[in-house]
């Protein structure tokens, strides 16, 4: 099937950067999808960012102007930039992977989801 695994994380103060980097491996053809979705203990898994196989990107409203998504040249990696970084960015960051028709947004439309990685912003 298909493996993702997610890297970059750590401890930041707010205002600092990041990347994360989704590695890619297994049936990754007919991939539509890679999104970043990131979680808090005890609330819902947040859409984050997207990129499809056209190379369109879809951001949320709360890392417009601060987060980046991208590919890599190998184009086996989807990498997610993340500009100064705000207390309120501190979650679990997982990425995706949707193979069927769905919206880019709605956790249950990804087919294949990371171990996630921690991402922690300091006041």
């Known amino acids: 099937q298909v493996q993702l695994v997610e890297s970059g994380g750590g401890l930041v103060q707010a205002g600092g950067s990041l990347r994360l980097s989704c590695a890619a491996s297994?049936?990754?053809?007919?991939?539509?999808?890679i999104g970043w979705f990131r979680q808090t203990p005890g609330k819902e898994r947040e859409f984050v960012a997207a990129i499809r196989w056209s190379g369109m990107t879809y951001y949320a409203d709360s890392v417009k102007g601060r987060f980046t998504i991208s590919r890599d040249n190998a184009k086996n990696t989807v990498n997610l930039q993340m500009n100064n970084l705000k207390p309120e960015d501190t979650a679990v960051y997982y990425c995706a992977a949707q193979q069927r028709v769905g919206t880019y947004y709605y956790p249950n439309d990804y087919d294949y989801w990371g171990q996630g990685t921690q991402v922690t912003v300091s006041s």
């Open positions: 297994g049936r990754t053809f007919n991939t539509r999808v």
